[in-house]
T-cell receptor
Framework: EAQVTQNPRYLITVTGKKLTVTCSQN?????MSWYRQDPGLGLRQIYY???????DKGDVPEGYKVSRKEKRNFPLILESPSPNQTSLYFC????????????FGPGTRLTVT | KNEVEQSPQNLTAQEGEFITINCSYS?????LHWLQQHPGGGIVSLFM???GKKKHGRLIATINIQEKHSSLHITASHPRDSAVYIC???????????FGPGTRLSVLP
Protein backbone atom coordinates (compact mmCIF):
# COMPACT_ATOMS: atom_id res chain seq x y z
CA GLU A 1 0.00 0.00 0.00
CA ALA A 2 1.33 3.41 -1.01
CA GLN A 3 1.82 5.47 2.10
CA VAL A 4 3.77 8.02 4.09
CA THR A 5 4.55 6.97 7.64
CA GLN A 6 5.58 9.15 10.55
CA ASN A 7 6.88 8.18 13.96
CA PRO A 8 6.10 8.83 16.67
CA ARG A 9 2.46 9.85 16.30
CA TYR A 10 2.41 11.52 19.71
CA LEU A 11 5.29 12.84 21.76
CA ILE A 12 5.55 14.81 24.97
CA THR A 13 9.04 16.02 25.78
CA VAL A 14 10.88 18.65 27.75
CA THR A 15 12.67 21.78 26.64
CA GLY A 16 16.14 21.14 25.29
CA LYS A 17 15.93 17.38 24.83
CA LYS A 18 16.89 16.55 21.25
CA LEU A 19 14.33 14.59 19.28
CA THR A 20 13.81 13.22 15.79
CA VAL A 21 10.53 12.65 14.00
CA THR A 22 10.92 10.12 11.23
CA CYS A 23 9.17 10.21 7.87
CA SER A 24 9.27 7.46 5.30
CA GLN A 25 7.53 6.93 1.95
CA ASN A 26 7.35 3.80 -0.19
CA UNK A 27 6.41 5.41 -3.51
CA UNK A 28 9.86 6.37 -4.80
CA UNK A 29 8.83 10.03 -4.64
CA UNK A 30 11.44 12.68 -5.29
CA UNK A 31 9.83 15.55 -3.39
CA MET A 32 9.33 15.46 0.38
CA SER A 33 8.33 18.19 2.76
CA TRP A 34 7.63 18.97 6.41
CA TYR A 35 4.81 21.21 7.64
CA ARG A 36 3.57 22.37 10.97
CA GLN A 37 -0.04 23.24 11.74
CA ASP A 38 -1.03 25.63 14.51
CA PRO A 39 -4.45 27.02 15.49
CA GLY A 40 -5.00 30.38 13.85
CA LEU A 41 -1.85 30.09 11.74
CA GLY A 42 -2.78 27.13 9.58
CA LEU A 43 -0.22 25.00 7.78
CA ARG A 44 3.27 26.34 7.23
CA GLN A 45 6.17 24.76 5.40
CA ILE A 46 9.29 24.05 7.45
CA TYR A 47 11.71 22.36 5.02
CA TYR A 48 11.47 20.55 1.73
CA UNK A 49 13.67 18.28 -0.33
CA UNK A 50 13.75 17.99 -4.10
CA UNK A 51 15.80 14.79 -4.05
CA UNK A 52 18.54 12.95 -2.17
CA UNK A 53 21.02 15.36 -0.57
CA UNK A 54 18.98 18.38 -1.75
CA UNK A 55 17.11 20.25 0.97
CA ASP A 56 15.90 23.82 1.34
CA LYS A 57 14.16 26.05 3.84
CA GLY A 58 10.46 26.76 3.82
CA ASP A 59 8.72 29.58 5.65
CA VAL A 60 9.52 28.57 9.24
CA PRO A 61 12.84 26.65 9.37
CA GLU A 62 14.22 28.14 12.59
CA GLY A 63 14.89 25.53 15.25
CA TYR A 64 14.65 22.59 12.85
CA LYS A 65 17.07 20.48 10.82
CA VAL A 66 16.45 17.89 8.13
CA SER A 67 18.47 15.44 6.12
CA ARG A 68 17.81 13.38 2.99
CA LYS A 69 20.38 10.64 2.79
CA GLU A 70 18.02 8.16 1.16
CA LYS A 71 15.15 8.81 -1.18
CA ARG A 72 12.54 7.22 1.07
CA ASN A 73 13.43 8.93 4.37
CA PHE A 74 13.24 12.56 5.44
CA PRO A 75 13.65 12.94 9.22
CA LEU A 76 12.88 16.17 11.07
CA ILE A 77 15.32 16.97 13.86
CA LEU A 78 14.75 19.35 16.75
CA GLU A 79 18.16 19.83 18.33
CA SER A 80 16.88 21.81 21.31
CA PRO A 81 13.09 21.86 21.36
CA SER A 82 11.27 24.79 22.90
CA PRO A 83 7.61 25.21 23.91
CA ASN A 84 6.90 27.30 20.78
CA GLN A 85 7.57 24.16 18.75
CA THR A 86 4.54 22.49 20.27
CA SER A 87 2.50 21.76 17.19
CA LEU A 88 1.00 19.19 14.83
CA TYR A 89 3.60 18.12 12.26
CA PHE A 90 2.93 16.61 8.85
CA CYS A 91 5.32 15.02 6.41
CA UNK A 92 4.32 14.79 2.74
CA UNK A 93 5.75 13.47 -0.50
CA UNK A 94 5.00 13.71 -4.20
CA UNK A 95 6.48 12.41 -7.41
CA UNK A 96 7.57 15.94 -8.28
CA UNK A 97 7.02 19.35 -6.80
CA UNK A 98 4.52 20.99 -9.07
CA UNK A 99 2.90 18.35 -11.19
CA UNK A 100 1.69 15.84 -8.71
CA UNK A 101 -0.46 15.89 -5.63
CA UNK A 102 1.16 15.33 -2.29
CA UNK A 103 0.60 12.33 -0.07
CA PHE A 104 0.48 13.29 3.60
CA GLY A 105 1.56 11.30 6.60
CA PRO A 106 -0.86 10.87 9.52
CA GLY A 107 0.71 13.66 11.57
CA THR A 108 2.79 13.84 14.74
CA ARG A 109 1.44 15.75 17.69
CA LEU A 110 4.37 17.18 19.64
CA THR A 111 4.15 18.85 23.03
CA VAL A 112 7.24 20.53 24.49
CA THR A 113 6.96 21.45 28.17
CA LYS B 1 5.39 37.15 0.10
CA ASN B 2 2.26 35.48 -1.19
CA GLU B 3 -0.93 35.99 0.76
CA VAL B 4 -3.50 33.25 0.28
CA GLU B 5 -7.09 33.88 1.27
CA GLN B 6 -10.13 31.65 1.30
CA SER B 7 -13.82 32.31 1.47
CA PRO B 8 -16.03 31.58 3.16
CA GLN B 9 -14.32 30.78 6.44
CA ASN B 10 -17.19 28.56 7.54
CA LEU B 11 -19.96 27.02 5.49
CA THR B 12 -22.99 25.00 6.50
CA ALA B 13 -24.99 23.29 3.78
CA GLN B 14 -27.85 20.85 3.47
CA GLU B 15 -27.19 17.48 1.93
CA GLY B 16 -27.48 17.67 -1.85
CA GLU B 17 -26.53 21.33 -2.18
CA PHE B 18 -23.92 22.59 -4.63
CA ILE B 19 -20.97 24.07 -2.77
CA THR B 20 -18.29 26.51 -3.86
CA ILE B 21 -15.15 27.39 -1.92
CA ASN B 22 -12.93 30.18 -3.19
CA CYS B 23 -9.19 30.71 -2.98
CA SER B 24 -7.29 33.83 -4.03
CA TYR B 25 -3.62 34.67 -3.89
CA SER B 26 -1.66 37.89 -4.22
CA UNK B 27 1.32 37.02 -6.44
CA UNK B 28 1.95 34.73 -9.40
CA UNK B 29 2.19 31.03 -8.74
CA UNK B 30 3.20 27.90 -10.62
CA UNK B 31 0.50 25.61 -9.23
CA LEU B 32 -2.31 25.44 -6.71
CA HIS B 33 -3.11 22.54 -4.42
CA TRP B 34 -6.47 21.72 -2.86
CA LEU B 35 -6.45 19.63 0.32
CA GLN B 36 -9.10 18.11 2.54
CA GLN B 37 -8.51 17.75 6.27
CA HIS B 38 -10.81 15.33 8.03
CA PRO B 39 -12.16 15.94 11.54
CA GLY B 40 -9.62 13.42 12.83
CA GLY B 41 -6.79 15.55 11.44
CA GLY B 42 -5.68 13.49 8.45
CA ILE B 43 -4.95 15.40 5.23
CA VAL B 44 -5.86 14.16 1.78
CA SER B 45 -4.74 15.75 -1.45
CA LEU B 46 -7.63 16.52 -3.79
CA PHE B 47 -6.15 18.38 -6.75
CA MET B 48 -2.98 20.01 -8.01
CA UNK B 49 -3.61 22.31 -10.94
CA UNK B 50 -1.83 25.04 -12.85
CA UNK B 51 -4.48 25.84 -15.44
CA GLY B 52 -8.06 25.12 -16.45
CA LYS B 53 -10.18 22.60 -14.65
CA LYS B 54 -9.95 19.17 -13.06
CA LYS B 55 -12.74 16.83 -12.01
CA HIS B 56 -12.76 13.84 -9.73
CA GLY B 57 -16.11 12.32 -8.89
CA ARG B 58 -18.29 15.03 -7.36
CA LEU B 59 -15.38 17.42 -6.94
CA ILE B 60 -14.35 20.02 -9.51
CA ALA B 61 -11.45 22.46 -9.22
CA THR B 62 -10.87 25.42 -11.50
CA ILE B 63 -8.14 27.99 -11.67
CA ASN B 64 -7.72 31.32 -13.43
CA ILE B 65 -4.03 32.10 -13.24
CA GLN B 66 -4.41 35.67 -14.58
CA GLU B 67 -7.09 36.54 -12.05
CA LYS B 68 -5.18 34.76 -9.25
CA HIS B 69 -8.24 32.79 -8.24
CA SER B 70 -9.26 29.18 -7.84
CA SER B 71 -12.51 27.52 -6.86
CA LEU B 72 -13.40 24.13 -5.48
CA HIS B 73 -16.92 22.91 -6.22
CA ILE B 74 -18.72 19.99 -4.63
CA THR B 75 -21.81 18.76 -6.41
CA ALA B 76 -24.57 16.84 -4.56
CA SER B 77 -22.89 17.40 -1.20
CA HIS B 78 -23.03 14.68 1.43
CA PRO B 79 -22.40 14.68 5.20
CA ARG B 80 -19.17 12.77 4.60
CA ASP B 81 -17.88 15.85 2.75
CA SER B 82 -17.76 17.67 6.10
CA ALA B 83 -14.14 18.68 6.57
CA VAL B 84 -11.77 21.62 6.35
CA TYR B 85 -10.74 22.47 2.80
CA ILE B 86 -7.38 24.13 2.34
CA CYS B 87 -5.77 25.64 -0.73
CA UNK B 88 -2.00 26.00 -1.05
CA UNK B 89 -0.11 28.09 -3.58
CA UNK B 90 3.25 26.96 -4.96
CA UNK B 91 5.28 30.04 -5.79
CA UNK B 92 6.72 30.82 -9.21
CA UNK B 93 10.15 29.69 -8.15
CA UNK B 94 8.66 26.36 -7.14
CA UNK B 95 10.31 26.75 -3.78
CA UNK B 96 7.57 26.44 -1.24
CA UNK B 97 3.88 26.26 -0.55
CA UNK B 98 1.86 28.98 1.17
CA PHE B 99 -1.40 27.79 2.64
CA GLY B 100 -4.76 29.45 2.96
CA PRO B 101 -6.49 29.48 6.37
CA GLY B 102 -8.98 26.82 5.37
CA THR B 103 -12.76 26.66 4.94
CA ARG B 104 -14.69 24.59 7.45
CA LEU B 105 -17.59 22.82 5.72
CA SER B 106 -20.45 21.11 7.53
CA VAL B 107 -23.01 19.24 5.46
CA LEU B 108 -26.16 18.44 7.37
CA PRO B 109 -28.33 15.41 6.55
Amino acid sequence: EAQVTQNPRYLITVTGKKLTVTCSQNMNHEYMSWYRQDPGLGLRQIYYSMNVEVTDKGDVPEGYKVSRKEKRNFPLILESPSPNQTSLYFCASSLSRSSYEQYFGPGTRLTVT
Amino acid sequence: KNEVEQSPQNLTAQEGEFITINCSYSVGISALHWLQQHPGGGIVSLFMLSSGKKKHGRLIATINIQEKHSSLHITASHPRDSAVYICAALDNYGQNFVFGPGTRLSVLP
